[in-house]
């Protein structure tokens, strides 16, 4: 049988070394006892076998960082289950990463419980300021922790607080920090640490952060267990604070507001949606309806809503994508570069009076520097957005709609299939009604050469075309003249 008697300070270094040598030598866990005293006591034991031995070990950097944790644990046994586990990880890999084996699952309690111990030292340890003679301040420290954490959890001080020197004390060592360097000691009496004049600046802060509306006394003494409340200078304040809390929540009651801000109307009219029950009856009444649409989430960053315009009662109806830049500014559709074009190759195509609006209502775009870049509507915002489209088209009533661009085309049909197979065909409307396909103006100004032009006049033809259907345009021959002349 085998002794290791681990020593209260450095115990990971000692634990590691001997773990080494048993396992090169292949001792099995029964054969050696884990002694946390300190000393050998009654156990003499045979001496530990040397460092060469005819098996190879191997260990995962991730095991040796548990077991530095798991050490730390002032369970009797950690010891020993943290060699039975790299035992049989010698011939089972796979066991420390199974979270079902009963052993890897008490390694992990055992873990956490000394993780969660290190996060309540780092919050809170408490530091007085102790008398100085050299140019770096000196600061003192208690603290009692669950576990045996000082080693592992002192250097998050030592990096935090660098440029001062310290100690933290506890029950079983002494930890310092002096001239940059960290250094572990025995245990020592509870100092006599001074009062410290910034405590009252503290517990100023502390009660007057203090929400209590918010208070829970579970939760509290969860995060903040009773045992630390002797040594934290704000707990003192509690009980205080606690008796005053119905009082004060009474008080801030007493002084909300009882009746709301004049802007309030404002944000409350905005924020408004017209009922789908509802629905306006007239143009007029459904652009200021639509005006308050909070339907999607692209009112949000858009300048406003931006309607459609033309002839209400003009027997054809040009669909676009959504407004750009310039329309968002103006609040009116198709003014930009692509509506200019649209404008000259509707006078080209010789049709009379049109209703041109845009499937989605407002502007989508990505901020780049001072500039904003289009961005395509995606299929929810088209369909949340198809309401109002509906809506225009009953009161328009268009015998025909020309969908300029892939957008406007599902809009108008709920069908997504490429434009080059559909453009110039008359398709069916969701609500029944007649579509013609085209392409989008902005779609032309993105092409160059001959493409560009083929483009054009397939737009244009396709104008003209509607305007047949419609009854609003001239005849053939003059388009013919404008095609070949271009």
């Known amino acids: ?7 209260q300070r450095g115990f990971f270094d000692v634990w590691r070394d001997n773990a080494r040598r048993f396992l090169v030598n292949h001792v099995p866990p029964d054969k050696i006892v884990w002694d946390r005293s300190g000393d050998e006591g009654l156990f003499t034991g045979t001496a530990a076998p040397g460092m060469d031995g005819p098996t190879d070990v191997t260990v995962t950097r991730s095991f040796l960082k548990a077991a530095a944790s798991v050490l730390c644990h002032t369970q009797a046994n950690a010891p020993a289950l943290l060699y039975e586990a790299l035992y049989r990880h010698q011939t089972d890999r796979r066991a420390l990463t199974n979270p079902a ?7 992990a309690r055992l873990q956490k419980a000394v993780g969660r111990d290190v996060h309540k030292m780092h919050a809170f340890v408490r530091f007085r300021e ?54 572990f000691h025995p245990p020592a009496e509870r100092p006599d640490l001074p009062e410290d004049t910034s405590e009252a600046l503290w517990g100023t802060y502390f009660s007057n952060i203090f929400n209590p509306a918010r208070l829970h006394l579970q939760a509290m003494r969860s995060e903040m267990p009773l045992k630390y409340w002797k040594n934290l200078p704000e707990t003192r304040l509690i009980p205080d604070m606690l008796a005053d809390a119905e009082s004060r929540v009474a008080a801030m009651h007493a002084a909300m507001p009882t009746r709301a ?35 999607c989430d692209l009112c949000e960053a858009a300048t406003q809503t931006v309607w459609g315009e033309g002839d209400p009662s003009a027997p054809l109806m040009i669909v676009g994508e959504q407004p750009g830049d310039n329309e968002d500014i103006a609040g009116r559709p198709f003014i930009g570069p692509a509506g200019q074009l649209l ?13 041109k609006t845009n499937a989605v209502k407002h502007f989508k775009f990505r901020p780049r520097g001072k500039r904003r870049i289009h961005q395509s509507p995606d299929r929810n915002e088209i369909e949340h957005c198809r309401w109002w489209l509906d809506l225009e088209r009953r009161l328009v009533k268009p015998k025909l709609a020309l969908a300029l661009g892939a957008t406007a085309a599902y809009a108008l049909t709920g069908t997504d299939l ?33 493409a560009a032009s083929r483009a054009r006049s397939e737009l244009l033809t396709d104008l003209h075309a509607a305007g047949a259907i419609a009854g609003k345009a001239e005849p053939s021959s003059a388009l013919t003249q404008r095609i070949n002349s271009d």
């Open 418 to 450: 490429p434009l080059r197979a559909r453009r110039g065909e008359i398709e069916t409307a969701l609500d029944g009604g007649a579509v013609m396909v085209s392409w989008h103006p902005s779609h032309i100004l993105r092409l160059s050469g001959n």
């Open 101 to 107: 084996d009963p052993l890897s699952r008490k390694l």
């Open 261 to 295: 801000p004049a802007r309030a109307e404002r944000i409350l009219n905005r924020l408004s949606v017209p009922e789908i029950s509802a629905l306006p009856q007239t143009m007029d009444d459904a652009r200021d309806a639509a005006s308050r649409c909070r339907r």
């Open 1 to 7: 049988m085998y002794h290791v008697s681990l020593p």
């Open 130 to 183: 102790l008398p100085s003679d050299g140019p770096r301040r000196r600061f003192g420290a208690w603290f009692e922790p669950d576990h045996l954490i000082l080693e592992i959890a002192t250097p998050f001080f030592a990096r935090r607080f660098a440029d001062m020197d310290w100690a933290i004390a506890t029950p079983t060592g002494v930890a310092r920090f002096e001239e940059g360097i960290l250094s």
């Open 343 to 355: 404008t000259q190759l509707i006078r080209d195509a010789g049709i009379g009076p049109v209703w």
